[in-house]
């Protein structure tokens, strides 16, 4: 499963919070993924189209939440190109159009003919504007793999929805751009610590943990790089020690549990546990209260020390 259908997985899973925020992400579906069609009588009939059943099941409860149907909504299971599934949600003409006024998205212009416009009451509130978010990224939202790079991205049908979305994103602090793709409009977000703080807004705690855990490793070998690069043998010398420390404190551990170390060596310990690519000098001035570089140094042997009595 790649990391975006991962994030999706966990977004659709969420429980759902307060009516307000229920329209605000099940508007951001519509708009995203949505497919009007006019029938004759100008009659109206939204599809929703979904590549992962857990979306399409997230759809049917937002649904549910803000409303009683007139009629059940219709699943229907496609086979897309490139063997692809995609599921497309098809409500009756008269749930259609409730939940297009309901969300304000449907708007009588002066000709006596509807409108489909932007979901209004959106931002407002900060709920809102996370489940608005929320409901994009499942709707027409991709995340790249975190290993490579960071970087999400929407692609809309027009440049309205996508400038819609970038308002959205500048109201919460992310800076995004907007450009042209596949006679769409693509919106991007990239950099690690935007992606990080996107999937925080939108609550997919999990995903941001496994992203946070792939950006440490990325800043070791980021670390290693450096020291190939300029002060090779010097820091290579203190990875080495960093490693050396991380694995005797480890075996203290297992042999008597960190806990059991007087309060400022069972400190030393957990912060280099943390923090395995630290310098002694970083290391120190990360200590409650900062201990300096040779004060470090003192508490490593100390612990060094005690490993090896555990171990003889
Ligand atoms: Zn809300």
């Not at 050396?244 to 075996?251: G, L, M, N, T």
Request: glycine share 8%; hydrophobic share 40%; charged share 25%.
């Amino acid at each position: 499963m790649s990391f975006s259908s991962r994030v999706k997985a966990e977004l659709a899973t969420l429980p759902l919070s307060g009516r307000c925020c229920v329209t605000a992400e099940l508007g951001a579906m519509i708009f995203g993924a949505s497919v009007m069609t006019l029938m004759g009588n100008r009659q109206i009939r939204l599809s929703f189209r979904a590549q992962s059943a857990a979306v399409v099941k997230r759809v049917l409860r937002l649904f549910n939440a803000a409303g009683p149907a007139a009629a059940r909504p219709r699943l229907l299971l496609r086979e897309q190109v490139a063997g692809r599934r995609q599921y497309l949600l098809q409500l009756s003409p008269e749930d259609s159009r409730r939940l297009l006024r309901e969300q304000g998205m449907l708007r009588a212009d002066g000709g006596g003919t509807e409108r489909f416009s932007a979901p209004r009451r959106v931002m407002r509130r900060n709920c809102c504007r996370r489940a608005y978010l929320r409901g994009s990224f499942l709707a027409c939202g991709y995340l790249s793999d975190p290993r490579r790079r960071y970087r999400a991205e929407w692609l809309y049908q027009d440049q309205a929805r996508a400038l819609r979305l970038r308002r959205v994103l500048g109201h919460v602090g992310l800076l995004a751009t907007v450009g042209a793709r596949r006679g769409g409009a693509v919106v991007t977000v990239s950099g690690g610590d935007q992606v990080a703080e996107l999937l925080k807004l939108i609550g997919a705690s999990l995903s941001v943990l496994s992203m946070e855990n792939s950006r440490a490793e990325k800043s070791l070998t980021g670390s290693a790089n450096r020291a190939v690069n300029c002060d090779q043998a010097n820091l290579g010398r203190q990875l080495e020690a960093a490693q050396a420390q991380v694995a005797f404190i480890e075996s203290l551990s297992r042999s008597r549990g960190l806990s059991s170390l007087p309060r400022a060596l069972e400190a030393m310990a957990r912060l280099r546990l943390s923090r395995p690519d630290a310098s002694l000098e970083e290391l120190g001035a990360l200590l409650e209260p900062p201990v300096s570089k040779s004060g470090v140094q003192h508490r490593m042997r100390a612990l060094k020390r005690l490993a090896e009595e555990q171990d003889g």
